[in-house]
């Protein structure tokens, strides 16, 4: 992924994640021989510093977000897959039209091969590292929901005063907002991986997806 082109901006700037969640501020930059930066440098609440990929920060206005890693990574496998593949198949198309020999056809398929292959198995392994984080969304909004009853408990019985209780409400309901939302980000980026290890490409996953919905004929009245 390419790095945000106003990323230099950013210095000393808050930066937030998708969810609207304070991660720290920008501190200083990596920057590569030929000027493009390679990772941001981030300075936590609790005084770390740690770095994340350039092209995980993104820029917008005077907001600065930082793009999870289970993204990033997937965006990188999105486009890596596909490319080797198509690499592959014009392969094999230049051998059938016999403009590359056998030798040289094999020698680089096998090449092209063991690339795919090794994208895939880290791929898989980020699949796992995503169930893991929906798991974890899960518990959250697990918790939060017990927490929302137990205000109201304490609300009803009058051991919780009517401002406290509407700030508690209110941080509670933003928090369930936030937990919903990583995890439905989460779940589709999971569907997307999967049919990429499938094989099967958007549009495939489109028109499927149509034919399921699609509702059944009816005869005539």
Same mark, same amino acid.
């Given at each position: 992924?390419?790095? !945000?082109?106003?990323? =230099?901006?950013?210095?000393?700037?808050?930066?937030?994640?998708?969810? &609207?969640?304070?991660?720290?501020?920008?501190?200083?930059?990596?920057?590569?021989?030929?000027?493009?930066?390679?990772?941001?440098?981030?300075?936590?609440?609790? &005084?770390? =510093?740690?770095?994340?990929?350039?092209?995980? @920060?993104?820029?917008?206005?005077?907001?600065?977000?930082?793009?999870? !890693?289970?993204?990033?990574?997937?965006?990188?496998?999105?486009?890596?897959?596909?490319?080797?593949?198509?690499? !592959?198949?014009?392969?094999?198309?230049?051998?059938?039209?016999?403009?590359?020999?056998?030798?040289?056809?094999?020698?680089?398929?096998?090449? =092209? #091969?063991?690339?795919?292959?090794?994208?895939?198995? #880290?791929?898989?392994? /980020?699949? *796992?590292?995503?169930?893991?984080?929906?798991?974890?969304?899960?518990?959250? @909004?697990? %918790? /939060?929901?017990?927490?929302? +009853?137990?205000?109201? +408990?304490?609300?009803?019985?009058?051991?919780?005063?009517?401002?406290?209780?509407?700030?508690?409400?209110?941080?509670?309901?933003?928090?369930?907002?936030?937990?919903?939302? *990583?995890?439905?980000?989460? %779940?589709?980026?999971?569907?997307? /991986?999967?049919?990429? /290890?499938?094989? *099967?490409?958007?549009?495939?996953?489109?028109?499927? *997806?149509?034919?399921?919905?699609?509702?059944?004929?009816?005869?005539?009245?």
């Amino acid at each position: 992924m390419q790095q !945000d082109p106003n990323i =230099f901006l950013s210095i000393g700037k808050t930066v937030k994640d998708e969810y &609207g969640r304070a991660i720290g501020e920008i501190a200083s930059f990596a920057v590569k021989p030929n000027g493009g930066v390679d990772h941001v440098y981030i300075r936590h609440a609790d &005084g770390r =510093f740690m770095k994340y990929p350039a092209g995980s @920060i993104k820029v917008e206005g005077s907001e600065v977000i930082y793009l999870s !890693d289970i993204k990033y990574e997937t965006a990188l496998f999105c486009d890596q897959i596909p490319l080797i593949w198509r690499k !592959d198949q014009a392969l094999k198309e230049l051998l059938e039209r016999k403009k590359i020999s056998q030798e040289v056809y094999e020698d680089l398929h096998s090449s =092209f #091969e063991g690339a795919l292959n090794q994208l895939k198995t #880290e791929a898989q392994t /980020l699949l *796992e590292k995503i169930n893991k984080e929906i798991e974890r969304c899960s518990n959250e @909004i697990k %918790e /939060l929901n017990y927490a929302l +009853v137990h205000l109201e +408990v304490e609300h009803e019985i009058g051991e919780i005063g009517e401002q406290s209780y509407n700030m508690a409400f209110s941080a509670i309901q933003e928090c369930l907002k936030r937990a919903n939302s *990583e995890k439905a980000d989460l %779940e589709g980026v999971r569907n997307k /991986l999967s049919n990429l /290890l499938l094989g *099967e490409t958007p549009n495939e996953a489109v028109a499927e *997806e149509t034919v399921e919905k699609a509702p059944a004929p009816t005869s005539p009245s």
